[in-house]
């Protein structure tokens, strides 16, 4: 059986219009490839360059009512839109980071402060979140972070300013790197 379109898109803003969505998402296409965005009530909780499997990460991290709703994630799109065409430089967005250990929240916290077209280092936001061994755990945390591109882990290299490891693959990382006009080195 097949549901009509038109009544497929009324349930589905029925159920965001009602509160009965742990997390509405939309698949946004982007010049690094087709995103899928998540909004929860909290806010943004996912950017995400492998939709088909971050579906099921949802799912399991705040609950199976995990629908693709329409204009969910408008406001994250739009952003994301600006940031692209090079007229947005940073993110006003209300992000939703409930679900992430208080150490990675620490460093998420600390990685939205990265300017802009700059770089840092792992040991660096290591250090600035009291914990000056820890870089690995910091690359840990770059390689689960929830929100890429809003929480710019694309502007973390290592301790010598080369390019290391992006979840996203080092492709997307030099052209995000690209679009911000960031010397490769240290800011």
Same mark, same amino acid.
């Given at each position: 059986?097949?549901?009509?379109t038109d009544?497929?898109?009324r349930f589905?803003?029925?159920?965001a219009?009602?509160?009965?969505?742990d997390?509405g998402?939309?698949?946004?296409?982007?010049?690094v490839?087709?995103?899928?965005?998540?909004?929860?009530?909290r806010?943004l909780c996912?950017?995400?360059?492998?939709p088909?499997?971050?579906l099921?990460?949802? *799912?399991?991290?705040f609950g199976?009512?995990?629908l693709?709703?329409p204009?969910?994630?408008d406001?994250a799109r739009?952003?994301l839109?600006?940031y692209?065409?090079?007229?947005?430089q940073d993110f006003?967005?209300?992000?939703?980071?409930?679900p992430? *250990?208080?150490?990675a929240?620490q460093?998420l916290?600390?990685?939205g402060r #990265?300017?802009f077209g700059t770089t840092?280092?792992y040991g660096?936001?290591a250090?600035?979140v009291?914990h000056?061994?820890?870089?690995?755990a910091?690359?840990? #945390?770059?390689?689960?972070?929830p929100?890429?591109i #809003?929480?710019?882990?694309?502007? #973390?290299?290592?301790a010598n300013?080369?390019?290391?490891?992006?979840?996203?693959?080092l492709?997307?990382?030099?052209?995000?790197?690209a679009?911000?006009g *960031?010397?490769?080195g240290?800011a």
């Amino acid at each position: 059986m097949t549901v009509p379109t038109d009544l497929d898109l009324r349930f589905l803003e029925a159920a965001a219009r009602e509160g009965l969505l742990d997390v509405g998402y939309e698949l946004h296409d982007t010049p690094v490839g087709t995103l899928l965005v998540g909004v929860s009530e909290r806010g943004l909780c996912s950017i995400s360059y492998d939709p088909e499997q971050e579906l099921d990460h949802l *799912a399991r991290t705040f609950g199976a009512r995990v629908l693709r709703v329409p204009n969910a994630a408008d406001d994250a799109r739009r952003q994301l839109d600006e940031y692209f065409e090079q007229r947005r430089q940073d993110f006003d967005l209300e992000l939703d980071l409930t679900p992430t *250990a208080r150490f990675a929240h620490q460093v998420l916290d600390e990685l939205g402060r #990265v300017p802009f077209g700059t770089t840092t280092t792992y040991g660096t936001l290591a250090a600035k979140v009291g914990h000056p061994r820890a870089a690995r755990a910091v690359g840990t #945390v770059m390689n689960r972070n929830p929100i890429p591109i #809003v929480l710019p882990c694309h502007r #973390v290299v290592g301790a010598n300013g080369a390019l290391t490891g992006y979840a996203g693959g080092l492709d997307r990382k030099r052209l995000l790197l690209a679009l911000e006009g *960031a010397e490769l080195g240290l800011a």
